[in-house]
């Protein structure tokens, strides 16, 4: 590799962990070591395992220096999600160094230096000619030998050392209690810092990553939530809040001909936000169900998040409403996820609802009901929300959202749920006063940029769906 | 007692030192070592130095991490000193082989 001193931009080395690359555009420094830091199951381990993990599999070999797990315990760790750690370590993908010191065993006299611990990396280096280093955590030496100065000069030089051989290298460090890792590592590494955190408040459990760090590097000071699931860690690029979607014209059907005449006969703009509320009963759900199946017909995906029932329960409902909604099922165009959103944080549900988008790229999203959300303040779901809609907005999807009004009958306009402004078009569900044959009466609180019918229209649910009356 | 101070005297000593090439502070251990061993186990100890520029990959089976690391293979139970062992009274202690320190098998 042919090194220059004035090089424009930095070389980045791509993770490869979903949302990092993209929110470091382009991943680690290259050839340089950074700082994974963060407390006791931060996700630290495995960070830096998917770092050497995804590089190997791409053709960038690596090492992992392992002061606290064995080659077993490293290869067990991974394998839940899918990993075949062992087979990278039969073929020489990926070499493991086990450094195991242990005070109980060592006696100490004179002067020394570490000298053996950068021969074996060094030979492993060497051994799978690797690219790519992790070592975690570096500290342990601390408490299994005494000598600090020794240490301290030791861990300068081994960064310097790093360096100077180009391999892009990740260190952990363990939070301390008032500095980022306990032995102050963060003195010595000058190109990228990233701090892990996971933080549990109300029985919700929030992982967070901050780039503390990164020279020469624009990064947003925002800290990025982050989650461990079934594939490892996943990083969620928040797009920064800018309003620069390109507004459309084209109109999508509300999958109710009656409805679309309220909208001028067009229905809803595409890639808009909508919100219906109501009141428990008001057939919100058959409403949005309405829409899903109209998009399906037209040959579209759609994707429904159903915080209240499970698949199973909710398209059983929705039969008793004449919507087969199974076929689309069948046939791939909908795909429907049910959670307790009480279970997660909100960072935990706009990280699984983003990834579902991404995977399954559906043309209108439904999450139903918004107001499950109650893992946090209101400003917090505000936010969330913010964000989920800019990201939706920003893949031109149109996305539907439910709300459910605690109560009985209300005064129209005097519940704001805050979120409100955030939508494009607003619809309230009512039921009528008993003696109107159990209907309900719509109403468009507003629809931006179109003309809309400002009646209230009466509406009843009957097994071939939702029927203007 | 005796019995036992007797057999310890019959023990085989090994002793391996690692290093990393010549330097002073090699050269300083080995002599240190050489010392103590030459006052307190003439005649039946085994010195074996271990160069891990030339050898870098036996640091893993010992668990080397400084250097220079004296280790103490036989008798049993390892152990292991690390430093240029300038310090003889610890190196002693380090060794089993000081006197109060050291434990004597009554059976």
Redesign the interface.
């Known amino acids: 590799m042919r090194r220059t001193t004035s090089t424009p931009t930095l070389a980045k080395t791509a993770t490869g962990i979903l949302g990092f690359d993209e929110i470091t555009g382009g991943g680690l420094p290259q050839g340089r070591p950074t700082l994974v830091c963060g407390g006791p199951g931060c996700g630290k381990t495995l960070f830096s395992l998917q770092f050497l993990i995804n590089g190997a599999n791409a053709g960038e070999r690596g090492v992992f220096v392992a002061f606290e797990e064995t080659e077993d315990d490293l290869i067990k760790n991974v394998q839940s999600l899918g990993y075949d750690l062992r087979d990278l370590l039969k073929r020489k993908k990926i070499a493991v ?1 086990y ?4 005070r109980s ?13 950068f ?2 990396l ?2 492993a280096i060497r051994r799978v000619r690797a690219r790519r280093i992790v070592i975690d955590s570096v500290e342990t ?1 601390f408490a ?2 005494q000598n600090q100065g020794i240490l301290r000069a030791e861990l300068r030089r081994l960064f310097v050392w790093l360096k100077d051989r180009g391999i892009t290298a990740i260190i952990t460090g363990e939070k301390g209690i008032d500095t980022l890792t306990r032995q102050g590592l963060e003195e010595y590494v000058s190109d990228c810092v990233i701090a892990l955190d996971h933080r549990v408040s109300g029985q919700i459990s929030t992982r967070r990553l901050r780039i503390v760090k990164y020279r020469g590097t624009a990064h947003g000071t925002n800290e990025y939530p982050f989650l461990i699931d079934k594939e490892g860690v996943v990083v969620l690029p928040i797009t920064s809040l800018q309003l620069v979607h390109n507004a459309t014209n084209r109109r999508i059907s509300t999958g109710l001909g009656w409805l679309d005449e309220m909208f001028g006969g067009r229905g809803y703009y595409r890639a808009s936000s909508i919100l219906i509320s109501g009141s428990a009963g008001t057939a919100k759900t058959t409403l949005a169900s309405q829409f899903v199946d109209a998009a399906c017909l037209r040959g579209e995906r759609a994707l429904s998040f159903q915080f209240e029932e499970s698949p199973s329960q909710y398209l059983r409902n929705m039969r008793s409403t004449g919507l087969r909604l199974e076929r689309w099922v069948r046939s791939g165009q909908l795909e429907i996820h049910a959670a307790r959103p009480t279970l997660y944080g909100l960072e935990f549900h706009l990280a699984t609802m983003h990834r579902a988008v991404d995977r399954f790229r559906p043309s209108v999203v439904v999450v139903d009901p918004l107001s499950a959300f109650t893992g946090g303040t209101l400003d917090e779901v505000n936010a969330m929300l913010m964000r989920l809609i800019d990201f939706l907005k920003g893949r031109n999807i149109t996305s539907l959202f439910t709300h459910l009004i605690p109560g009985g009958p209300w005064p129209a306009g005097a519940i704001d749920i805050g979120v409100s402004s955030l939508m494009d078009t607003w619809i309230i569900l009512q039921n009528a006063p008993p003696g109107q044959n159990g209907g309900r009466h719509l109403s468009i609180l507003k629809s931006r940029g179109m003309p809309h019918s400002a009646e209230e229209r009466l509406f009843e649910l009957t097994n071939r769906g939702a029927l203007a009356l | 007692m005796k019995t036992g101070r007797r057999k310890s005297r019959q023990e085989l000593w090994i002793l391996r030192l ?1 290093i ?1 090439g010549q330097s002073a ?1 090699s050269a300083s ?1 080995l002599r240190n070592l050489e010392e103590v061993c030459e006052e307190h186990l003439a005649g039946r100890y085994k010195i074996e130095v271990v160069d ?2 030339k050898q ?2 036996l ?2 089976g010992d ?7 004296l280790v103490r293979r036989l008798p049993p139970p ?10 003889q009274e ?2 002693l ?2 060794l089993d082989l000081r006197r109060g320190t050291r434990r004597q098998g009554g059976a």
């Open positions: 160094e450094v195991r010191v242990e065993e060592i006696e100490e006299t004179g002067e020394y230096d570490l000298e053996a611990l021969i074996r060094d030979e030496l299994g030998l | 690692y990393a502070r251990a891990l520029l870098p990959q640091a893993r668990q080397i991490v400084a250097l220079p690391t390892m152990k292991k000193i690390i430093g240029d062992l300038s310090n610890r190196l202690v380090g």
